[in-house]
C-alpha cells in the first residue's frame, strides 16, 4: 500500500495547453502588414516571404536590370538570423506555448515598434536606411516564423501561404475531396491578403504608423496567448496514443 501511496503522489496532473488557430492567424494578418511596407517603401523587400526574395537576387543575378540586390541580401540574411535565436531559444523547450514563446513574441513586437519608431524619425529616404529598416522587419519576421513552428499549429506559418493554398486546393472537391482544415486555411489566406492591404492603406498616410499597427497585433497575440485557456488531467487515465487535434500542446 506505501508502494502505491507513493507512486499515487508521484503522479501529478498535466497540465494541457491549447495553442488555438485564432492568435496564429492574427500573426499572419501582420505579416501581411509587413510585407507591404518591405515591398512598397522599402525596395520591394520581402520581410516575411523569403521566397520573394530569394526569386528576386536569383533574377538579379542573371542581369535582370532595375531589381533591388542589398535589401533582399540584407533581409535574407536577417531573417535566418532571428529563426536561428528563436530556434535556440526553443531548442530545449517543451512543445506548445510556454515563457519562452511569450519572450520570443514579445521581442517580436518590440522589434516592430522600435522599427516603426526608426521610420518615423530617421525616414526612408536613403538605401542605407531602408536596407537596415527592412534587416530589422526580417529578423522579426524569422523570429516570429520559428516560434510558430514550434507552436505547430496546422496550416498556419503566419509568414507564408503557399503550402497553405495547396492544401486548399489538393482537398477541395475538385481535389482529392477530403475538406480537411478548408476554414482554417481559407483564413490564413484571406488575413494575409487583408494585410497586405491594410499596410498598402496605411502606407499612404507613413509606413512607419503600418509597422506600428503589426506591432500592435503582435503584442497583443503575446498577451491573449500567455493567459489561453489551460486545462488539468491525471496522466494516468490518459491513453497513449493521444488524439486530441493538432492544436493541443502539452505545455511544461
Known amino acids: 500500500m506505501s508502494g502505491r501511496?507513493?507512486?499515487?503522489?508521484?503522479l501529478r496532473p498535466l497540465r494541457q495547453h491549447v495553442t488555438p488557430p485564432g492568435p496564429m492567424l492574427?500573426?499572419?494578418?501582420?505579416?501581411?502588414?509587413v510585407?507591404?511596407?518591405?515591398?512598397?517603401?522599402l525596395d520591394q523587400v520581402f520581410a516575411g516571404n523569403m521566397t520573394g526574395n530569394v526569386v528576386i537576387l536569383g533574377m538579379a543575378a542573371t542581369g535582370g536590370t532595375?531589381?533591388?540586390?542589398?535589401?533582399?541580401?540584407?533581409?535574407?540574411a536577417s531573417f535566418l538570423a532571428g529563426a536561428a535565436t528563436a530556434g535556440r531559444v526553443l531548442r530545449?523547450?517543451?512543445?506548445?506555448?510556454?515563457?519562452?514563446?511569450?519572450?520570443?513574441?514579445?521581442?517580436?513586437?518590440?522589434?516592430?515598434?522600435?522599427?516603426?519608431?526608426?521610420?518615423?524619425v530617421v525616414g526612408s529616404d536613403t538605401s542605407g536606411a531602408r536596407a537596415w529598416m527592412a534587416a530589422s522587419l526580417a529578423l522579426a519576421m524569422g523570429a516570429q516564423a520559428a516560434t510558430a513552428r514550434h507552436l505547430a499549429v496546422k496550416d498556419v506559418t503566419t509568414v507564408v501561404v503557399?503550402?497553405?493554398?495547396t492544401g486548399l486546393a489538393a482537398d477541395s472537391r475538385l481535389g482529392a475531396a477530403r475538406g480537411q482544415a478548408a476554414l482554417r486555411r481559407?483564413?490564413?489566406?484571406?488575413?494575409?491578403?487583408?494585410?497586405?492591404?491594410?499596410?498598402?492603406?496605411?502606407?499612404?498616410?507613413?509606413?512607419?504608423?503600418?509597422?506600428?499597427?503589426a506591432a500592435c497585433v503582435v503584442l497583443a497575440v503575446t498577451a491573449l496567448g500567455r493567459v489561453a485557456p489551460t486545462t488539468t488531467g491525471s496522466?494516468?487515465?490518459?491513453?497513449?496514443t493521444s488524439t486530441a487535434p493538432s492544436t493541443a500542446l502539452i505545455r511544461p
Open 186 to 213: 481559407a483564413a490564413a489566406v484571406t488575413l494575409i491578403v487583408l494585410g497586405a492591404a491594410t499596410g498598402a492603406v496605411l502606407c499612404r498616410v507613413h509606413e512607419g504608423l503600418a509597422v506600428a499597427a
Open 235 to 240: 496522466p494516468s487515465t490518459a491513453p497513449s
Open 26 to 33: 492574427a500573426l499572419t494578418f501582420a505579416t501581411g502588414v
Open 66 to 76: 532595375g531589381l533591388p540586390v542589398l535589401g533582399p541580401v540584407v533581409a535574407l
Open 35 to 41: 510585407d507591404a511596407v518591405g515591398y512598397l517603401r
Open 5 to 10: 501511496a507513493a507512486r499515487t503522489r508521484g
Open 92 to 120: 530545449t523547450a517543451a512543445p506548445g506555448w510556454s515563457r519562452r514563446c511569450t519572450a520570443l513574441l514579445a521581442g517580436v513586437g518590440l522589434v516592430l515598434a522600435a522599427t516603426a519608431l526608426g521610420l518615423a
Open 162 to 165: 503557399t503550402s497553405t493554398l
